[in-house]
């Protein structure tokens, strides 16, 4: 079983649409978890971290559940601009201090179309 | 500021060939780190540093050699370059500062082993 597992997709949506991410992770221990967006041919960046309450940022929702070891993104009202892959990321804890160790999802491809 | 860069942008190697990548950061982040990103596997952790003068294993480090005989960087050496090792390299920093827990990356370095 991978540590971090996503739907590989992709999602093809129109504009204005809403979707949802999912993705599991094995490590109990993790921490830290984050939703990274890497556009075609370049670097992964931090869309935004996760918190156990569930937070929002403009047009996206992110959730934790930790007894499922679930983490979601959801993205309203859709633009072209938010075609991208977004990687579910979690922190590579294995006791101790992880050191910021990050371990990646294989990444969900999205595209928005007109 | 330019962040983390990374040099080369491409490279084309023969079997056997060895070469050695520079990742430099100017954000005096402590701990820097180096993954190969593979069609469907997401980005795995080759080594990383957590200081100067200090490395240490990720997920798939046979095959790679690191330095960081300065804070700024962060080298990844391959020896022998094997087909195998045809992929998309990127190096990350990061503050150790638990409150600043994201990964600046940079922008990649697409590596063919012929």
């Known amino acids: ?114 | 500021n330019a962040g983390v860069t990374q040099t080369p942008k491409f490279r084309v190697l023969k079997t056997g060939q060895s070469m050695t990548l520079l990742c430099a950061q100017d954000m005096n982040h402590e701990y820097m780190y180096w993954y190969r990103q593979d069609p469907g596997m997401g980005l795995r952790l080759i080594h990383y540093s957590v200081g100067e003068g200090t490395t240490a294993k990720g997920e798939v480090p046979d095959g790679y050699n690191v330095s960081r005989l300065k804070k700024q960087n962060f080298l990844l050496g391959l020896e022998s370059a094997a087909p195998s090792q045809t992929s998309v390299y990127f190096c990350a920093s990061r503050s150790r500062d638990r409150a600043y827990n994201e990964q600046f990356f940079g922008p990649g370095t697409r590596l063919t082993v012929l």
């Open chain 1, 1 to 114: 079983r991978k540590e971090v597992e996503q739907d590989p997709g992709p999602f093809n949506v129109p504009e204005g649409a809403t979707v949802a991410f999912n993705c599991t992770y094995s490590n109990s221990a993790s921490q830290s978890f984050f939703w990274y967006r890497q556009d075609c041919r370049k670097e992964p960046k931090l869309l935004m971290s996760v918190y156990s309450s569930g937070n929002e940022d403009g047009r996206f929702t992110a959730q934790l559940n930790r007894a499922s070891q679930y983490i979601s993104l959801l993205i309203r009202d859709s633009k072209l601009s938010d075609s991208a892959t977004y990687l579910c990321v979690v922190n590579a804890f294995a006791g101790g201090t992880s050191y910021g160790k990050l371990t990646f999802g294989q990444g969900t491809i999205l595209t928005v179309h007109p």
